[in-house]
């Protein structure tokens, strides 16, 4: 297996507020690396500078072997794709799915769009009815449905998934968790998912890095963190917290 | 057409599931007018400005005399059955006038329109979208427009060219923009920062995409209200500019230099300058009313 992302040293900052440094891992290709954190550890900033979204960090960032510089080639976004948290707002409010589908395939220009609408829909396990609906017609689990149907309209290799399921109820939450796992598994994508629910990240991800006030205060297997083998306090410490809400 | 069909065409438009875009499109289109339709009093408003643009682009079909046709014989006669609206100073029958006069004026204000919105939503949207330096330059610059009274600006524009209708719909347009960039730029802030916007950011698209496709549209609903809301100010600008003799020249017709000329008979004679006076604020009144219903339809906040 070759190496698919390699994040090396990476900082950013906001001001004078650090909110990521000394960043760094590797994720095999086809592989699933999670973060987890608390709100603000600067979980969701790492994932927004690999997306290219935000460009003012530091450190070195690789994506197939390819050197990554603050703005990204056409190219890129091709290869990599995003999920947002909120499927509520990560639709634009006045196009149709349609819209939100074609505007991938007109922007690369690739051709034959409406077979591959109609095949994104299937992939998903949307109804064709959907096609023509507006977001405010869909229901959350069908609208997170439609935006990870638009990050794979271009055919990417790596989706960053900024915690796809937490705007979701718990029964919606499984369904998508599982399409993204069979997706995976069929397209030979590479994820990188983050999310505050230590259960979701280690059911979907093998590697798992925890986040604390900008630093990647360890990583380990999910095999590990599931047996009670991780040695960083704060480790522990969540994963104490996530199984006390799960036994109640 | 017959019941049937009409009833199949609304089937086909107000389906739940389009089989093709155009379908789609057409039957978005269709909700749209239905809502719209609901409004009666947008209704009337759409229904008088219809009118009042059919009459004034028939008005070679219309007008019963030639509107620069002069008789001093029979100069400021009062309504009657050979002159509807009666003659005004030189014996031109005011009908006509009204008529004519309503081509230029209307015309004035499509004119301006056309500039007006395409050029506030352009610059507020890339103001907007960028920020920083260019957002600040374009602002202050719009500052300095928002700053002076809009008529009094636009006669210093038209002076500064030389009167006529073309010179009066370009001063027009330079100073009715800064408020349309103003919401424009408003708009976009609150959109520039959303998660769709990412999305597509994310997709590769051109800055120019981003801002026509996504950004522009989520600005057009209050900017098109805010246009027919203006409409009666243009309008107005436009008669007040022929009124002071910097807008239309005599003898063309234009609504606001009818009033101007006849201003002093207003005592003795006093349909002459009324009459086109109505004229102004039944067209105003009915974009003021269009532009209402128009918000309704399009703000989906109130949807």
Redesign the interface.
């Known amino acids: 297996m070759s190496t698919m992302i390699r994040v090396d040293d990476l900082g950013v900052r906001f001001g004078s507020f650090e909110a990521a440094r000394g960043v760094s891992f590797a994720v095999e290709k086809g592989a699933s690396f999670g973060i987890v954190g608390e709100s603000g550890s600067g979980k969701s900033t790492v994932l927004r500078a690999l997306s290219g979204l935000n460009q003012d960090w530091s450190g070195k960032m690789e994506i197939a072997g390819v050197a990554l510089g603050p703005r990204r080639p056409k190219d890129f976004f091709r290869r990599v794709q995003m999920v947002f948290q909120d499927p509520y707002g990560s639709l634009h409010p006045r196009q149709t799915v349609d819209r939100a589908l074609s505007e991938p395939l007109e922007v690369h220009g690739i051709a034959d769009p409406e077979p591959r609408i109609l095949r994104a829909l299937a992939e998903v396990a949307l109804p064709a009815a959907v096609r023509f609906r507006y977001p405010h017609q869909l229901s959350g689990g069908q609208r997170q449905r439609v935006a990870v149907a638009r990050a794979l309209m271009s055919e990417p290799d790596v989706l960053l998934l900024d915690e796809p399921t937490s705007a979701l109820d718990v029964s919606v939450q499984a369904e998508v968790l599982n399409l993204l796992m069979d997706l995976q598994e069929r397209r030979n994508l590479t994820y990188v998912m983050v999310s505050h629910n230590l259960a979701v990240v280690a059911h979907l991800c093998s590697t798992v890095g925890v986040m604390q006030g900008g630093e990647m205060v360890e990583t380990v297997t999910s095999a590990d963190l599931r047996a009670g083998r991780a040695s960083h306090p704060h480790t522990r410490e969540l994963r104490a917290l996530s199984m006390e809400l799960e036994e109640p | 057409m017959s019941g049937a069909t009409a009833q199949s065409w609304r089937d086909w438009l107000l389906t ?3 089989a093709s ?1 155009r379908q ?1 499109a057409w ?1 978005r289109r269709y909700r749209l007018w239905r809502d719209f339709q609901a409004n009666r009093l947008a209704m009337g408003g759409l229904v008088v400005v219809v009118v009042l643009m059919l009459a004034s682009m028939l008005a070679p079909v219309l007008a019963p005399y030639d509107p620069g046709i002069q008789n001093l014989a029979n100069r400021l006669a009062r309504p009657s059955a050979a002159h509807w609206l009666g003659t005004d100073e030189l014996g031109r029958d005011i009908l006509s006038r009204i008529l004519f006069g309503g081509q230029v004026t209307l015309g004035m204000v499509v004119a301006v329109v056309i500039m007006v919105a395409p050029l506030g939503l352009a610059i507020g949207c890339i103001a907007g979208y960028f920020g920083g330096t260019l957002d600040r330059v374009l602002m202050r610059v719009t500052d300095v427009f928002l700053s002076f009274p809009r008529l009094i600006l636009a006669l210093a524009f038209v002076a500064a060219i030389k009167p006529g209708v073309t010179s009066a719909v370009f001063a027009i347009v330079l100073t009715a923009w800064p408020p349309y960039a103003r919401l424009a730029r408003a708009e976009t802030l609150t959109v520039r920062g ?3 916007i ?8 051109s800055s120019f ?1 981003i801002i026509l ?2 950004i522009v ?2 600005c057009i609903g209050s900017l098109v209200v805010r246009v027919t809301l203006d409409m009666s100010s243009i309008i107005l600008t436009a008669a007040s500019l022929g009124f002071l003799g910097m807008g239309a020249q005599p003898p063309s017709p234009e609504w606001g230099a009818m009033i101007a000329t006849a201003r002093r008979f207003i005592l003795e004679q006093w349909w002459v300058p009324t009459i086109p006076g109505v004229a102004i604020f039944v067209a105003s009144l009915a974009f003021n009313l269009l532009g209402d219903g128009l918000r309704d339809v399009l703000d ?1 906040k109130q949807r």
């Not at chain 2, 990412?198 to 698209?205: C, E, F, K």
């Open positions: 739940d599931t389009p875009r789609a039957g959303t998660d769709y990412a999305a597509v950011r994310l997709t590769g698209a995409r496709r996504h549209p989520m989906p």
